[in-house]
């Protein structure tokens, strides 16, 4: 099996392999996956971390080896902790790399960074904080960079940061960790699942002190939760419904 990497800041994941097809995630600096199909433009690759599929653009990764996919596998993974950072390439040109990206992969790349990287030792109040960095980020469908961010992309890159890889989707996530039964019981970190009308988990959001949660609404924003769901103050309404409550560390 042929395996990858990409070597851009972002790179779009499609569902179908064509530039006008469906976003439906997004692959960071450094990030890895194998190739499930390839094609002339295009391949369908299955990412390493997450297990998510998608099509990718044959420009905007390289192919590696087995011998250098396992080295990857191996190596211990360390992310980009700034807003935006910069990777050096060839010691005089440099591009800018968001938060959450895979630094630990510049040296295969044949890269160097020299940027901040996430804390090995973190603390559960850690996981608001590195929210935080994605607050007023515009909503974006499969988005996972603080230039355009889903809800789930937002959940899944601040708990990488803090060490600890979730699915890519809102309702594979709910899969994950201990149920709460109410608010009170809740800590800053903890996530909340929301449902739609026929019950499907479609959103989620990371709590915060004082019933309040971080969530990517139109935006990445800050609003009030309670036993009902999120009430968002702008529209003097609840916009989510909750459905449960999620204590994954």
Not at 87 to 106: C, E, Q, R
Not at 138 to 158: A, E, M, N, R, T
Request: with cysteine; aromatic share 10%.
């Amino acid at each position: 099996m042929q395996h990858g990497i990409c070597f851009l800041s972002i790179a779009p994941l499609r569902e179908e392999p064509k530039n006008t097809s469906e976003q439906t995630s997004q692959l960071l600096y450094g990030e890895f996956f194998s190739v499930l199909k390839r094609e002339k433009s295009w391949s369908r690759v299955h990412i390493t971390s997450d297990g998510y599929e998608g099509w990718l653009n044959n420009k905007h990764f390289q192919l590696i080896d087995q011998k250098t996919y396992d080295q990857l596998l191996k190596t211990q993974k360390s992310y980009a902790s700034e807003l935006v950072d910069f990777i050096w390439k060839n010691d005089d040109i440099l591009f800018p790399t968001p938060i959450g990206s895979l630094v630990s992969s510049a040296k295969i790349l044949g890269h160097r960074f020299e940027g901040k990287e996430n804390e090995k030792d973190q603390e559960k109040s850690d996981l608001v904080r590195n929210a935080l960095h994605y607050l007023n980020s515009p909503y974006l469908w499969g988005g996972k960079s603080p230039f355009g961010i889903d809800c789930s992309g937002l959940v899944q890159c601040v708990y990488q940061l803090y060490g600890v890889q979730l699915p890519r989707d809102a309702h594979q996530q709910a899969t994950h960790g201990q149920t709460l039964g109410f608010i009170d019981e809740s800590e800053p970190g903890d996530l909340a699942f929301f449902d739609d009308k026929e019950g499907k988990i479609v959103h989620v959001g990371i709590i915060m002190p004082d019933y309040h949660i971080i969530h990517a609404f139109g935006q990445v924003r800050i609003d009030r939760l309670d036993q009902t769901g999120v009430f968002n103050k702008d529209l003097n309404t609840h916009t989510h419904k909750l459905r449960v409550i999620k204590k994954v560390v």
